[in-house]
């Protein structure tokens, strides 16, 4: 990101372009189109909607948590009919109860979904989630954002139409780029789709990126350094770093685990994308991460929504080893002793280290 | 951009984006609101489209050129009644004109005004047009990405109700970024307006940026060089920056003529941002650009739409000095010789010093 920004419209460009995307190929496990927009992941979500979708049609919502709702709320917003399978945040979302809900209503245009609830730490089974939506005539459409490159995705194995995803995340690079995948059922429906869209809408990229080309100014500096970002992910290997991510979050709830606290998010043995930890009793959560952030220089994320100094997360997404959990943990409980909660003192580092060490994957 | 890329729900992004927001009123020249979207110049211009808008309302637009024709583009894809008051590309609307269509036409909800039209190098007048515009009711929206910290752009005084820019042209940072300043008529028109809108809604960004906080992940990166870059650029003083762009723009057109070249942009005193120049006759333009790039290391832009390989433009608007122009003259002066055209050699540096040095501006 350091280096000179090239132009958009020059040779350099394209090849770093056609470069990027053939290796995106292989982090999406697809053959289909990956069009590239410089906006947040939410912009990849809203181009899925309003290219897919026209006023009225209905779509089902498989939400568990804030980006769950987001769905909704971007359905809500291009006026179609939203049909909300809701879990309380922290729940993971059910295939039969999908496959149940979609029998009721007889049909739906696309069911979204999310594959890694940031928001509470919770990943869905988005292969068994395709099946009742893809049986339904339903395109499937996921929210990849924080999962993709930590956590198993099969675009085309699993019959995904689109997948959305941002370069913040796993992809290891600073935000600023969405990524969205579109299999050919997803090309024909947005044939006839009839929502307005121009800067999200995918044919003109799709016509652009032919030539390895951007419709309008592409974050180019981003660009590079995703570039960058996705070849060292494809070095270590996809398996590796989803098995890295794996041994991450054991050695993160094992530390949790350890100092007494509760998790939040589900104690399953392959979570690997974030750590929600219940606040102690009498401790404000607000100030346990704000005071984290200012004293160690340490940067949790702090409970979202309802869960809103309930809860702090440890993400441990993309370019992180076992030591910065140990370090967060550390920090964790230093500051948590200190606020007078009742922890154990003295283990939390060691035995995240033993569950990174010595697990299986 | 190559520091950490700090967590943007936390106080050092708030810090960071209440000095960038308050830096940038001094530029836009506004006690308006100013919008920060992550996306290209054109989706801050779609925002202004969909948030203003409703299907069926009659827009004017000012086109004369490749960004003139993005505003009919996208007015069209929210179904908009577009109102073209087309001049050729290289032509320089003219006020008087537009005030008699407005008047044939007897309403509008908004003319969409372009400011620097970059695939000519017209600088159109803003203030003079934007009057026809107030007085036939229209709200007046202004396209500056190209122009906004190069030439001045009295937002206020002007009554320009909606000006978009983007973070890569003389605002002197890599592109990613898109800024929408928003005034009071506006705010009311857009509380009325019904065409869809998620990411690019103004209502839920004002919101979060009472508080300095952003609807959705920023590109924190962009952000932070942003900040720096408009730091920069108030402390050379924008009055002296607009002095050195109008002195670079005449630097650049005295060594143009002075090799014997044909202007393609307007001969004006005050012209400041690109010098758009005719390839002479027996040269391939898109091949001038090529080699200019490949051997020396110099980005020229080519012509767009109907000038493709017809014209060649050099750029001058932000991180610029004089010898930027004497290298661009220099080598256009070297390929141009070689490729066997009639020019004259050895005078075009020279002038173009002689034209930046003894100004009086």
Chains 1, 2 share one sequence.
């Not at 697809?30 to 899925?48: R, V």
């Not at 893809?134 to 929210?143: I, M, S, Y």
């Not at 009498?282 to 940067?299: E, K, P, Y």
Request: hydrophobic share 45%.
């Amino acid at each position: 990101m350091a280096e000179p920004v090239i132009h958009h419209r020059a040779r350099d460009y394209r090849e770093l372009f056609e470069r990027l995307l053939s290796r995106l190929e292989g982090i999406f496990r697809t053959e289909n189109d990956i069009l590239l927009y410089t906006a947040s992941g939410t912009g990849g979500m809203e181009s899925a909607v309003a290219n897919l979708c026209s006023p009225g049609e209905r779509v089902v919502v498989v939400s568990a948590g804030y980006f769950g709702e987001r769905w909704s709320q971007i359905a809500r917003a291009y006026g179609l009919e939203v049909d909300e399978l809701a879990y309380e945040w922290g729940e993971t979302p059910s295939p039969a109860e999908l496959a149940i809900r979609l029998d009721e209503l007889g049909s739906a245009a696309a069911v979204l979904l999310t594959q890694s609830e940031t928001s509470t730490g919770v990943v869905a089974d988005i292969e068994a989630l395709a099946e009742p939506a893809r049986e339904a005539g339903a395109l499937v459409v996921v929210d990849a954002i924080s999962s993709l490159g930590a956590v198993p995705l099969e675009t085309d194995a699993w019959g995904v139409d689109v997948a959305v995803s941002g370069s913040q995340k796993a992809l290891m690079t600073p935000p600023g780029l969405a990524l969205v995948s579109i299999s050919p059922a997803a090309w024909e429906r947005a044939a006839r789709a009839s929502s307005p869209a121009y800067y999200f809408a995918w044919e003109p990229v799709r016509k652009a990126q032919e030539k390895f080309d951007a419709t309008f100014t592409p974050a180019v500096s981003l660009v590079q350094a995703l570039d960058v970002a996705v070849g060292l992910l494809l070095e270590e290997g996809l398996e590796e770093a989803f098995d890295r991510h794996v041994r991450l979050g054991r050695a993160c709830r094992a530390g949790i685990k350890a100092m007494g606290l509760d998790l939040f998010s589900p104690d399953e043995d392959r979570s690997a994308v974030v750590t929600a930890v219940r606040v102690p009793d009498d401790v404000d959560g607000q100030m346990l991460v704000a005071s984290i952030r200012d004293r160690f220089g340490i940067t949790l994320a702090p409970g979202q929504g309802p869960l809103k100094g309930k809860i702090f997360r440890i993400g441990h997404i993309g370019y992180f080893d076992v030591f910065d959990i140990t370090t967060a943990l550390a920090a964790v409980e230093l500051a948590l002793a200190e606020a007078g909660a009742d922890i154990e003192r003295g283990v939390a580092v060691t035995r995240a280290l033993e569950a990174f060490e010595h697990t299986v994957v």
